[in-house]
């Protein structure tokens, strides 16, 4: 599997957004979606404003499936999930079938608020990834290996957050980049949190000066 960590505020995921549809030309689709089939796609600011309004305040955490006319080959996978006591029944999408399509995570447990916003404690991480082969929904049994195309949107999308971001590590030695408002909200005092571990900038190596 392949993916790309990152910290923004909803600010910076206005950049993300403009990323995703402009320059990859990729629509999204949400996920829980809790009205009925066929689930629209997103394609511009605007719509995913008016889902984001329509989304409920108690449900799973929003996330979106990325897809391409360039590498998407088929639609995605949703299932009806009815049996969860602490939601209204909702769609959700079946991972690694169809597709092929890019997961995009704004942040754990979004919508919830950022911490550029309310002052909370700490920004939590939001993440890309893919998986290395699908299954087809059209040809069962057949396998769907990662389109070069994807290869190239992840490898674009990876480059687009270096630009824009501050690179930040755990302890543990992971990697992650911090957009301008989250490295601005944790030099204000917000941890950039991903489960439990913090990350914090990546100290820069002084080089020697010449002849010491």
């Known amino acids: 599997m392949s ?9 910076d995921l206005d950049v993300l957004w403009e990323l995703i549809r ?10 829980p979606w809790f009205g009925e089939l066929p689930v629209p796609a997103l394609n511009s600011a605007f719509e995913v ?12 955490a929003l996330s979106y499936h990325l897809i391409s006319p360039d590498w998407s080959t088929e639609p995605l996978d949703y299932w009806r999930c009815e049996n969860n006591p ?3 029944a909702y769609w959700t999408v079946s991972h690694r ?37 699908h299954h087809s929904i059209v040809d069962r049994g057949a396998v769907i ?21 501050t690179p930040v590590r755990a302890s543990t030695g992971r990697r992650a980049t911090a957009l301008s408002g989250a490295i601005a909200a944790h030099d204000a005092g ?11 900038r990546v100290a820069l190596r002084r080089r020697p000066h010449p002849g010491v």
């Open 49 to 60: 404003a008016a889902h984001l309004c329509t989304h409920p305040a108690v449900a799973p």
């Open 22 to 31: 402009s320059e990859l030309r990729m629509s999204a689709y949400p996920d």
């Open 3 to 11: 993916e790309i960590s990152f910290f923004a505020t909803d600010d």
């Open 190 to 200: 917000a941890a950039l949190a991903k489960g439990d571990l913090r990350y914090a």
């Open 86 to 88: 602490n939601f209204a």
């Open 97 to 133: 079938y169809g597709g092929p399509s890019i997961h995009f995570h704004p942040r754990f447990g979004y919508p919830n608020r950022d911490a550029s916003r309310t002052h909370a404690p700490s920004i939590l991480a939001g993440r890309f990834w893919d998986y290395p082969t």
């Open 145 to 165: 290996h990662r389109p070069g195309g994807l290869s190239r949107a992840m490898s674009s999308i990876r480059r687009k957050l270096r630009s824009l971001g």
